[in-house]
């Protein structure tokens, strides 16, 4: 397809007067040389960024890591994936063949295709070609980006059903359920910036913040946008697909060797994905805010690929960062701030800002500081509304022996009386077995003396 035609002007943009990327001097081998360059990018900074995830977890909780191959634990990467590669690669009996080999592909595939629309920089001089730091554009892109990204929990759900194995499967279905949920809270806090913007275009996006971040002009979608980001990578604390203490990693039990390796990728370029489109909608993409103010060249040449590199990161470490400070929420309470919370949110706040847009519109003002202010009266509203709780928001009080009272000691403890299993505390005796019930034992006696040792049904 030609590149002309998919970076088609969508006309001026209302805020800023930006326009999206020049495409008309566009070869065919400079498309090739971006396509490569996209894929060399990603994997390098797949390799970096294993590097800096282990570093930095070992300095933030004190303790070592796989991180002594090489100068400074550099090599370790290497040292994983010729592991990876030379691992025993086995086959299930049982598994659906063609979608079980199939399922990492889809994965790693999809995450590669996002980075096609996100803009590097402005437009350069390549021996001289005049053309844009980015592959392609056109007037739809950051829809293009949302339909990839939910396309690629395909690759979840089907890896987990074709293992016909029970724990992939549990992961398999709470991964379609946490895309469904955040999905819609990301797409909301996106229209705003689509709104905002004037344009669906990531060029004319990043155009449309010549003058303020719309992380700063439409905080709530910007707070919106990246805890839902979290959760679309499957990161901590939102990791429920892969909860190894409960799913034994999830979906990829069953894969091993470079099936494995391909969803290891394919999770790490979302991180980068999620990134770069944070960047792109929120945070200036390639223009730097602060440097420009003091340099007028700042913006211009090779140096914005830079600073659009530096955002990626500083974004990528605060993933890194809450991995190695949170721990991982309960799936009831992580649903429960996917639809009562960052959904009503973000749908509260895109009515808001569709009001200022219409303001806009037929008054021919540019209302940036109603924005603000309304940023901050919606931000201080809903901090009121999450932190108080609710009248009648308190738990139900537990039957007695339940996790919500006190037992005397010796008194049997109904377990599940909470409606979840609780272990007995120290004085506390739980019921006796059925198997000891089958047997004919009595009442449910502890043992009277600590030295005795225990009979059929006693205390254990």
């Given at each position: 397809m030609n590149p002309v035609t998919l970076a088609a002007p969508v006309g001026p943009l209302?805020?800023?007067?930006?326009?999206?990327?020049?495409?008309?001097?566009?070869?065919?081998?400079?498309?090739?040389?971006?396509?490569?360059?996209?894929?060399?990018?990603?994997?390098?900074?797949?390799i970096l960024v294993l590097w800096v995830e282990r570093r930095g977890l070992a300095r933030m909780q004190t303790r070592p890591g796989p991180n002594v191959n090489g100068p400074f634990g550099l090599f370790q990467a290497f040292a994983d994936a010729a592991k990876l590669i030379m691992k025993e690669d086995f086959w299930l009996k049982g598994a659906e063949k063609t979608v079980y080999l199939l399922a990492p592909v889809i994965a790693a595939f999809s995450a590669f295709m996002v980075y096609a629309v996100i803009p590097f920089g402005p437009n350069v001089s390549v021996l001289g070609h005049s053309t844009?730091?980015?592959?392609?554009?056109?007037?739809?892109?950051?829809?293009?980006?949302?339909?990839?990204?939910?396309?690629?929990?395909?690759?979840?759900?089907?890896?987990?059903?074709?293992?016909?194995?029970?724990?992939?499967?549990?992961?398999?279905?709470?991964?379609?359920?946490?895309?469904?949920?955040?999905?819609?809270?990301?797409?909301?806090?996106?229209?705003?910036?689509?709104?905002a913007s004037g344009t669906m275009s990531t060029s004319g996006i990043v155009g449309a913040q010549t003058r303020m971040w719309w992380a700063v002009a439409m905080m709530p979608s910007f707070v919106i946008y990246v805890v839902s980001m979290v959760g679309e990578v499957n990161r901590l604390p939102f990791d429920l697909p892969e909860a190894e203490g409960e799913l034994v990693a999830g979906h990829m039990v069953e894969y091993?060797?470079?099936?494995?390796?391909?969803?290891?990728?394919a999770e790490y370029i979302n991180m980068f994905n999620v990134s770069a489109v944070c960047v792109t909608l929120f945070l200036g993409g390639w223009r730097s805010f602060v440097i420009a103010s003091f340099w007028p060249g700042a913006n211009e040449g090779w140096w914005p690929v830079l600073w659009f590199?530096?955002?990626?990161?500083?974004?990528?470490?605060?993933?890194?960062?809450?991995?190695?400070?949170?721990?991982?929420?309960?799936?009831?309470?992580?649903?429960?701030?996917?639809?009562?919370?960052?959904?009503?949110?973000?749908l509260t706040w895109f009515v808001m800002v569709s009001v200022v847009t219409g303001v806009r519109t037929f008054s021919g003002t540019q209302p940036r500081t109603l924005l603000l202010v309304l940023a901050a009266v919606f931000l201080v509203v809903t901090a009121v509304l999450v932190l108080v709780p609710e009248r009648g928001s308190e738990e139900a009080p537990s039957p007695p022996g339940g996790p919500g009272e006190l037992v005397a000691p010796g008194q049997v403890l109904d377990a599940f009386a909470g409606g979840f299993p609780v272990p007995p505390l120290p004085g506390q005796v739980l019921p006796p077995s059925p198997r000891s019930r089958r047997a004919g034992a009595g009442a449910f006696l502890p043992a009277a003396d600590p030295g005795t040792a225990p009979t059929e049904g006693g205390n254990r």
């Open positions: 209302p805020l800023s007067g930006g326009v999206v990327a020049d495409f008309s001097a566009e070869t065919w081998w400079l498309t090739l040389v971006k396509a490569v360059f996209i894929v060399v990018f990603l994997i390098a900074s797949v844009p730091l980015q592959l392609t554009d056109f007037p739809v892109a950051v829809l293009y980006v949302l339909a990839i990204t939910a396309f690629g929990v395909y690759g979840i759900i089907l890896g987990g059903w074709s293992a016909h194995s029970t724990y992939p499967l549990l992961g398999a279905v709470r991964s379609a359920a946490q895309v469904i949920s955040y999905e819609l809270a990301m797409s909301l806090s996106v229209l705003t910036v689509f709104l091993s060797s470079m099936k494995f390796a391909w969803y290891f990728l590199v530096a955002k990626i990161w500083a974004v990528m470490f605060a993933m890194i960062w809450t991995r190695g400070t949170l721990v991982r929420i309960r799936y009831d309470h992580f649903m429960k701030l996917g639809w009562k919370v960052l959904i009503p949110a973000a």
